[in-house]
T-cell receptor
Framework: DTEVTQTPKHLVMGMTNKKSLKCEQHMGHRAMYWYKQKAKKPPELMFVYSYEKLSINESVPSRFSPECPNSSLLNLHLHALQPEDSALYLC?????????????FGEGSWLTVV | DAKTTQPNSMESNEEEPVHLPCNHSTISGTDYIHWYRQLPSQGPEYVIHGLTSNVNNRMASLAIAEDRKSSTLILHRATLRDAAVYYCIINMLTFGGGTRLMVKP
């Protein structure tokens, strides 16, 4: 099973809402990632978790709050977002501790902020 | 972080080989070179990766320059399903702009 599952696939939220994106993998990977991708642009790294601890935060605004409850799950909590935060949010996972590990991506969650 | 430079777009005829170049002149000695591709409305898909030696798998070949400052992804026989954006990435932290490959029948 080389699958990273993201839910929901589509989310529309208002600027005052609180919502969460969820990501799950069962490959035994100990590194998990959130990327943000705007239309016709490459993915941009947001956060990296290694062994359930936040190891990289690419200066992401605090209205995005990641959480890694266990080694299989990764959440991205959203609060007070702006319309410019509308994008495809990609979750990924890989083995930890080695830059040569293959990263597996989910299909993404399409977020629209209205 | 090492940066990559790729042509914005390339075109190929079906059944012909395609060579997709990438420059990564600031790569460090322990950085791996990864290639991923992304179809519309899908997450990026792993293609191949390597460190120093050339690599082959069922999807493609990766040719790495001796000084490691550039690499080339080789699709041996392009098909219509290979039309995608191809990303050359160093250490998976920073995606380059990618090359949009168009395949003509």
């Amino acid at each position: 099973d080389t699958e990273v599952t993201q839910t929901p696939k589509h989310l529309v939220m208002g600027m005052t809402n609180k919502k969460s994106l969820k990501c799950e993998q069962h490959m035994g990977h100990r590194a998990m990632y959130w990327y943000k991708q705007k239309a016709k642009k490459p993915p941009e790294l947001m956060f990296v978790y290694s062994y359930e601890k936040l190891s990289i935060n690419e200066s992401v605004p605090s209205r995005f709050s990641p959480e890694c409850p266990n080694s299989s799950l990764l959440n991205l909590h959203l609060h007070a977002l702006q319309p410019e935060d509308s994008a495809l949010y990609l979750c990924a996972s890989s083995g930890a501790g080695h830059s040569g590990n293959t990263i597996y991506f989910g299909e993404g969650s399409w977020l629209t902020v209205v | 972080d090492a940066k990559t430079t790729q042509p914005n777009s390339m075109e190929s005829n079906e059944e012909e080989p395609v060579h997709l170049p990438c420059n990564h002149s600031t790569i460090s000695g322990t950085d791996y070179i990864h290639w991923y591709r992304q179809l519309p409305s899908q997450g990026p898909e792993y293609v191949i990766h390597g460190l120093t030696s050339n690599v082959n798998n069922r999807m493609a070949s990766l040719a790495i320059a001796e000084d490691r400052k550039s690499s080339t992804l080789i699709l041996h026989r392009a098909t219509l399903r290979d039309a995608a954006v191809y990303y050359c990435i160093i250490n998976m932290l920073t995606f380059g702009g990618g090359t949009r490959l168009m395949v003509k029948p």
